[in-house]
T-cell receptor, first 115, second 113 residues
């Protein structure tokens, strides 16, 4: 059973470009979470999605950031007009039922560098 | 709002010595507690978790953590560390009824021979 997959693993963008980060949850998991890890900091929750629904986006910046989890295909985290402060590691996690006591399984992350 | 404090950013220790990584949390409601480990350039892996019941929880590789409600702590311990335990360790909390995890800033465990 493959784990959570994220691609690309590394992404370099110039200021003003768009970044698209993809996450394929573990087989059988329909709940996806995105977290951001800034240098020398812990992970910060961004958004929680089920298939075709955003459940909790309380950690998403109000502008330039969006997320989706379509019926078919991976979850996408999209950052428009990137700035240097967006440079970070972005981790996706998944769980089968979305209950708080479940283990969230993390992917290897996408490391975004904005030049 | 919940918060997690890991006071030690880095803990150096010699191989086969005991270690304790400290974690304190604040929350006004019941919580679930987790320890995750992150090896370089990898994602996080669950080490152990406390949901309810016995306050002492153990992992398969010799780590244990004890939930102390009065001190709002969930410290991680291992009686004898290995070189391979070198990694970053994150404590996290989720409130019952909410799925998102709130993480501490992490503790880097450095095990030397």
């Amino acid at each position: 059973n493959a784990g959570v997959m994220q691609n690309p693993r590394h992404l370099v963008r110039r200021r003003g470009q768009e970044a698209r980060l993809r996450c394929s949850p573990m087989k059988g998991h329909s709940h996806v979470y995105w977290y951001r890890q800034l240098p020398e900091e812990g992970l910060k929750f961004m958004v929680y999605l089920q298939k075709e629904n955003i459940i909790d986006e309380s950690g998403m910046p109000k502008e330039r950031f969006s997320a989706e989890f379509p019926k078919e295909g991976p979850s996408i985290l999209r950052i428009q007009q990137v700035v240097r402060g967006d440079s970070a590691a972005y981790f996706c996690a998944s769980s089968p039922l979305g209950t708080p006591q479940e283990t969230q399984y993390f992917g290897p992350g996408t490391r975004l560098l904005v030049l | 709002a919940q918060s997690v404090t890991q006071l030690d950013s880095q803990v150096p220790v010699f191989e086969e010595a005991p270690v304790e990584l400290r974690c304190n949390y604040s929350s006004s409601v019941s919580v679930y507690l987790f320890w995750y480990v992150q090896y370089p350039n990898q994602g996080l892996q669950l080490l152990l978790k406390y949901l309810s019941g016995s306050t002492l929880v153990e992992s398969i590789n010799g780590f244990e953590a004890e939930f102390n409600k009065s001190q709002t702590s969930f410290h991680l311990r291992k009686p004898s560390v290995h070189i391979s335990d070198t990694a970053e360790y994150f404590c996290a909390v989720s409130e019952t009824g909410f799925q998102k995890l709130v993480f501490g800033t992490g503790t880097r465990l450095l095990v030397s021979p």
